[in-house]
């Protein structure tokens, strides 16, 4: 039941250390994922993600 999709991908806009983008892919299993986010924002309240072309299909 359901529909089945062979092209997932998660795009990842959290500002994420190399550990916890880490602890991501563990939660994600085989789903491949993309960090976008840029950790030298992280402390901000607000942060800008850019989402390159190719991803947002």
Not at 11 to 29: D, G, I, P, W, Y
Not at 33 to 45: H, I, K, S
């Amino acid at each position: 039941m359901g529909i089945e999709n062979n092209r997932k991908l998660i795009v990842n806009c959290l500002l994420l250390t190399s550990s916890e983008q880490a602890q991501f892919m563990r939660a994600a299993k085989s789903v491949p994922q993309e960090f976008v986010g840029d950790p030298a924002q992280r402390g901000n309240m607000a942060w800008t993600v850019i989402i390159p072309e190719e991803l947002k299909a």
